[in-house]
């Protein structure tokens, strides 16, 4: 990309702190401060901080917000009551994955979709493309920034900057509140598998940075770190959450990359639907799965093969990595679904070592 | 970014220490450390392993990445560095000093002139 990069708010705090920046998603963003085996430890064990405002935001309005966001993506948003959050994701007619998501009900006909920032622009049109409904649709991406929150002392923290009752808040909900004096949407979620809070502002309005700044002072007793995207890859892949790009991309579907949870046929026709369904009562031929190593330094990495007995190539690792809680190589892959059935062993390629793995299921942690 | 000046360099981001005996030590410099990140593991080839200029001579291997080691030199392994085995970190900490890797009998002293110097590698990086 020529285009230059963008800086979240954040930018010269990241900076301050001893980021190493890296561009990410056409911004400039942090991969790391202290070390991610630190930053990792403390999300697990105490609190960490990430600035992940190259995620992309779209606002969905109208009488007509529903009926697009049931044809575009692939769970039942009509469940979707307001001040919760639904994960989901937006397939293609074939069912191939445009972007996995989150909605938020904000009022009764608004809708926010948080999308992956690599993805705005191209899940920006895909939507107008799909809008033949008429729904109000606004790009709000450049103005929101988003702080995540994460670890067993998040809320502990979290509660030292706000008003908000945020322990009553429930897993995948929200609510409107204000933390250091700075109106936010708080929503329990996140991508860490712990406790956790993602905080939108906008930052139009208001000085964000003293939030950021606020959070490292009063992080301090809390063991809090600044975390990176690194951190933000070697949590995700101990909990088997998948990435877009790696366990998800155009040429994989939610039915073979464990999202056949959020895949609702029930709801009615949406985009992908009719191929989706035939693929099921098909059944797939690979399926993503997770694996261990249990042999000392062998680590998997993405596009690692995965080989039978007699090395034929049955798989492809789509993350991996070393896992810092268990200190062994962890990986997901896509699998051949009649070799995971066989039983056979396994072997990994690293470079010119076969290592066997064992097929475990996911989460690791 | 440290980069020593009694030590040469190469664009794959080695160092290697070159001694009047005709041995050499050799490592991965401060900035490669830092891409690298924390690092799990190194993996090196053996005592008594020849390799020429630019042939690997181990692994190294990163929490998020893994990155090959290239000789900066023919030469002929004679130490490794036994230390990181248990504290892979002291690369992370101590890149040109307790970090260092292995060391070797210069087999083709020639080659020295091809080495970047402190100024040379600094301007690459």
């Known amino acids: 990309m020529s285009d230059r990069l963008k800086r979240t708010p954040f930018y010269s705090q990241h900076l301050e702190a001893g980021a190493k920046?890296?561009?990410?998603?056409?911004?400039?963003?942090?991969?790391?401060?202290?070390?991610?085996?630190?930053?990792?430890?403390?999300?697990?064990?105490?609190?960490?901080?990430?600035?992940?405002?190259?995620?992309?935001?779209?606002?969905?309005?109208?009488?007509?917000?529903?009926?697009?966001?049931?044809?575009?993506?692939?769970?039942?948003?009509?469940?979707?009551?307001?001040?919760?959050?639904q994960y989901s994701c937006m397939c293609y007619e074939d069912g191939g994955i445009v972007d996995d998501l989150i909605i938020y009900r904000l009022a009764s006909e608004e809708y926010m979709m948080v999308v992956n920032g690599a993805n705005i622009d191209k899940d920006w049109d895909w939507l107008l493309s799909q809008n033949t409904m008429g729904a109000e649709l606004e790009n709000v991406s450049d103005d929101y920034v988003l702080l995540a929150l994460q670890g067993p002392k998040s809320a502990e923290l979290l509660s030292e900057l706000t008003d908000t009752d945020i322990e009553q808040i429930p897993f995948y909900a929200f609510e409107h509140g204000k933390v250091s004096e700075v109106p936010s949407l708080i929503s329990a979620t996140g991508y860490t598998g712990e406790k956790g809070f993602e905080l939108y502002f906008n930052r139009a309005n208001y000085d964000v940075q003293k939030v950021f700044e606020a959070f490292i002072v009063k992080g301090a007793t809390y063991g809090l770190e600044l975390c990176g995207l690194g951190a933000r890859d070697t949590l995700r892949l101990e909990k088997g959450y998948a990435l877009y790009g790696n366990e998800i991309t155009e040429k994989t579907h939610p039915l073979q990359?464990?999202?056949?949870?959020?895949?609702?046929?029930?709801?009615?026709?949406?985009?992908?639907?009719?191929?989706?369904?035939?693929?099921?009562?098909?059944?797939?031929?690979?399926?993503?799965?997770?694996?261990?190593?249990?042999?000392?330094?062998?680590?998997?990495?993405?596009?690692?093969?995965?080989?039978?007995?007699?090395?034929?190539?049955?798989?492809?690792?789509?993350?991996?990595?070393?896992?810092?809680?268990?200190?062994?190589?962890?990986?997901?892959?896509?699998?051949?679904?009649d070799a995971l059935a066989s039983n056979e062993p396994i072997v990994i390629q690293i470079r010119n070592k076969e290592v066997p793995i064992m097929v475990t299921s996911l989460p690791f942690l | 970014m440290k980069t020593p000046k009694h030590l040469f360099y190469t664009k794959d981001h080695e160092w290697i220490n070159i001694h009047d005996d005709g041995t050499a030590t050799i490592g991965i410099t401060d900035f490669a450390q830092g891409e690298l990140g924390d690092i799990v593991f190194v993996e090196l080839n053996e005592i008594g392993d020849l390799f020429e200029k630019e042939e690997t001579f181990g692994t190294v291997e990163a929490v998020k990445t893994v990155s090959d080691l290239y000789a900066p030199i023919d030469g002929e392994i004679i130490k490794i560095n036994k230390a990181l085995e248990d504290e892979p970190e002291l690369i992370n900490d101590d890149p040109y000093g307790q970090g260092w890797m292995i060391k070797i009998t210069i087999l083709n002293p020639d080659q020295q002139s091809e080495l970047l110097d402190s100024k040379a590698y600094q301007a690459l990086i």
């Open chain 1, 21 to 85: 920046m890296v561009p990410f998603a056409g911004f400039e963003m942090p991969i790391q401060y202290h070390g991610i085996k630190v930053e990792h430890r403390a999300v697990r064990g105490n609190v960490g901080l990430f600035d992940v405002s190259h995620m992309g935001e779209f606002l969905v309005r109208g009488p007509k917000a529903l009926e697009l966001l049931q044809w575009v993506t692939v769970n039942d948003v009509s469940i979707l009551t307001i001040g919760k959050a």
């Open chain 1, 257 to 337: 990359a464990r999202l056949g949870w959020i895949t609702k046929f029930s709801k009615g026709l949406f985009v992908g639907s009719q191929a989706l369904a035939k693929i099921k009562e098909k059944g797939v031929e690979k399926k993503l799965v997770g694996f261990v190593i249990d042999q000392e330094k062998a680590i998997p990495r993405k596009d690692y093969d995965l080989l039978d007995a007699q090395f034929n190539i049955i798989g492809k690792v789509t993350s991996g990595g070393m896992s810092i809680s268990l200190e062994k190589g962890i990986g997901m892959a896509y699998l051949q679904t």
